[in-house]
């Protein structure tokens, strides 16, 4: 298990802030196709929590949630949240062997494992042939590079991470990989480009089709991990679909999938929230440092990048407090 995993879902703060940065893309989505008209297929875990948030956000009323361990199916089965939630104990290579996508849909296949990478790409592969005009896809992934491992002995790290990343990239991944491509900053964007290889792949048979990249970012709640969202259009939409959408106009999108955008906002009180958000909007980073009269942080120039992904996320940020029940 992941340390990522270990958090409760509820508690990661900046995963919660990706999700509702797909909840605003899907919204925005279905000016083109009515999303409610969707079946949405995920990974649900023990409590279902997206599953919870997409039905209550944007109406979407057929659910699956694909769950391979039986103890945590039970638990699901304790907690179901709704009656649309079907739930299928299978692992998601047999799920896309068997199930019939004749239906639009959105699937959100939220990998956890990095040491099954090449199966996750060559699953997403699968997933695209699977899918038809306006079908949405979100694929997560692991992007830490401590999960490529260490070498044994003196060996150098990032010529043995660069070695492993490209066994474990496989046929998706490029001929050659400069050992500086699997550090922290790096890493993410390799990823990227690499499922964005896999994804095209998924299309190939179908020339009227391409897969269009709409958002990508990379978050840390413990492991780093890379998520990103694509839709598949026909060619001749693509005008259609960006006018009706209005994505250009999107402060967060992304068509490209080279780089992602970073979520990482910093640990707050409640107190230093309140005050940053009475200066936004338009207070500027550094004015807003100098105002509080210290940094939030470990070292000074983190503390600032946090902060401007704060002033960026502050809206969907979520808040935490105690209760009483």
């Given at each position: 298990?992941?340390?990522?995993?270990?958090?409760?879902?509820?508690?990661?703060?900046?995963?919660?802030?990706?999700?509702?940065?797909?909840?605003?893309l899907?919204?925005?989505?279905?000016?083109?196709?009515?999303?409610?008209?969707?079946?949405?297929?995920?990974?649900?875990?023990?409590?279902?929590?997206?599953?919870?948030?997409?039905?209550?956000?944007?109406?979407?009323?057929k659910?699956?949630?694909?769950?391979?361990?039986?103890?945590?199916?039970?638990?699901?089965?304790f907690?179901?949240?709704?009656?649309?939630?079907?739930?299928?104990?299978?692992?998601?290579?047999?799920?896309?062997?068997?199930?019939?996508?004749?239906?639009?849909?959105?699937?959100?296949?939220?990998?956890?494992?990095?040491?099954?990478?090449?199966?996750?790409?060559?699953?997403?592969?699968?997933?695209?042939?699977?899918?038809?005009?306006?079908?949405?896809?979100?694929?997560?992934?692991?992007?830490?590079?401590?999960s490529?491992?260490?070498?044994?002995?003196?060996?150098?790290?990032?010529d043995?991470?660069?070695?492993?990343?490209?066994?474990?990239?496989?046929?998706?991944?490029?001929?050659?990989?400069?050992?500086?491509?699997?550090?922290?900053?790096?890493?993410?964007?390799?990823?990227?480009?690499?499922?964005?290889?896999?994804?095209?792949?998924?299309v190939?048979?179908?020339?009227?089709?391409?897969?269009?990249?709409?958002?990508?970012?990379?978050?840390?709640?413990?492991?780093?991990?890379?998520?990103?969202?694509?839709?598949?259009?026909?060619?001749?939409?693509?005008?259609?679909?960006?006018?009706?959408?209005?994505?250009?106009?999107?402060?967060?999108?992304?068509?490209?999938?080279?780089?992602?955008?970073p979520?990482?906002?910093?640990?707050?009180?409640?107190k230093?929230?309140?005050?940053?958000?009475?200066?936004?909007?338009?207070?500027?980073?550094?004015?807003?440092?100098?105002?509080?009269?210290?940094?939030?942080?470990?070292?000074?120039?983190?503390?600032?990048?946090?902060?401007?992904?704060?002033?960026?996320?502050?809206?969907?940020?979520?808040?935490?407090s105690?209760?009483?029940?």
């Amino acid at each position: 298990m992941s340390l990522g995993a270990s958090i409760p879902y509820h508690l990661r703060q900046n995963k919660s802030i990706e999700r509702s940065l797909f909840i605003d893309l899907l919204s925005r989505i279905g000016r083109f196709r009515n999303i409610s008209d969707y079946t949405y297929i995920g990974f649900g875990g023990p409590f279902l929590e997206d599953f919870k948030f997409l039905h209550s956000t944007l109406r979407i009323q057929k659910m699956i949630s694909i769950e391979s361990d039986p103890n945590t199916v039970y638990r699901q089965n304790f907690n179901l949240p709704l009656s649309c939630i079907e739930i299928r104990n299978a692992l998601s290579r047999d799920f896309l062997t068997s199930h019939d996508f004749s239906g639009p849909s959105i699937v959100w296949f939220d990998y956890t494992t990095p040491k099954q990478l090449a199966n996750q790409l060559a699953e997403s592969q699968v997933l695209v042939s699977k899918l038809t005009v306006g079908d949405i896809i979100k694929i997560t992934l692991n992007a830490s590079p401590e999960s490529l491992g260490r070498p044994p002995g003196d060996a150098d790290l990032k010529d043995f991470r660069a070695a492993e990343a490209k066994r474990r990239l496989g046929e998706y991944g490029p001929a050659v990989i400069d050992p500086d491509r699997v550090s922290a900053a790096n890493f993410p964007a390799l990823l990227l480009q690499t499922l964005h290889s896999a994804c095209k792949r998924g299309v190939e048979g179908d020339k009227r089709l391409y897969i269009q990249p709409l958002s990508a970012f990379v978050y840390k709640d413990g492991q780093q991990m890379l998520t990103a969202t694509a839709v598949i259009l026909n060619h001749a939409d693509t005008d259609a679909f960006f006018t009706q959408t209005r994505l250009r106009h999107w402060a967060y999108s992304n068509f490209d999938w080279i780089n992602p955008e970073p979520i990482s906002i910093p640990n707050l009180s409640a107190k230093e929230r309140l005050f940053i958000e009475s200066l936004l909007p338009g207070g500027e980073t550094a004015d807003i440092r100098d105002k509080l009269g210290y940094f939030i942080g470990e070292n000074e120039r983190e503390a600032l990048e946090h902060l401007s992904n704060f002033i960026n996320y502050y809206r969907l940020s979520p808040y935490y407090s105690r209760i009483v029940m």
